[in-house]
């Protein structure tokens, strides 16, 4: 009767395995990028990073723990850029710079160069539903004009 019953839980568990190992877990990203078209950030020596101007949905719905999607085609010169958790669209109430760098270290801002870029941060782990990005030249005299497409989810 033991070793029956013995069978019978080892199969019961090997069927429980395979079947977890056939289940696949499917984000709820919204990959839906929007424009970011001659954006002017200033210079480094401002000691200020802009966010992207109204007309280019500069804030937008966080709905996952995914990196922040960055694909610029242009930048006139290198751009450091933050992302930024919001709790509604407004830049004035409370809000967080929570930028992470490729080790996951909180940090003030992460390079970024032409071509895609996935920003690491912790919007949604610190419980912001809303994020948005602030940009500043890499150059401390020179601005910088940059163009491409960003994503909150990726």
């Known amino acids: 009767m033991k070793n029956s019953f013995k069978k019978l839980v080892s199969l019961f568990t090997s069927l429980c395995v395979m079947t977890a190992g056939t289940l696949s877990i499917t984000a709820n990203a919204v ?4 424009n970011i078209t001659r954006f002017d950030i200033p210079a480094n020596i401002s000691n200020r990073f802009d966010p992207l101007p109204q007309d280019q949905k500069p804030i937008r719905s966080k709905d996952t723990s995914s990196s922040v999607y960055l694909n610029l ?12 958790g919001l709790v509604d669209a407004d830049w004035n109430n409370t809000c967080a710079n929570v930028t992470l760098d490729a ?22 782990e610190y419980g912001y539903g809303l994020c948005g990005l602030k940009f500043q030249s890499a150059y401390y005299y020179v601005g910088s ?6 994503a909150p989810d990726c």
Do not use: D, E, M
């Open 73 to 84: 085609t242009q930048a006139t010169s290198g751009a450091f850029v933050q992302v930024w």
């Open 103 to 124: 080790y996951y270290n909180n940090v003030n801002y992460v390079s970024t160069s032409i071509g895609t870029n996935y920003l690491h941060n912790n919007v949604y």
């Open 145 to 150: 004009t940059i163009s491409g497409t960003w």
């Open 31 to 34: 990959y839906n990028p929007t």
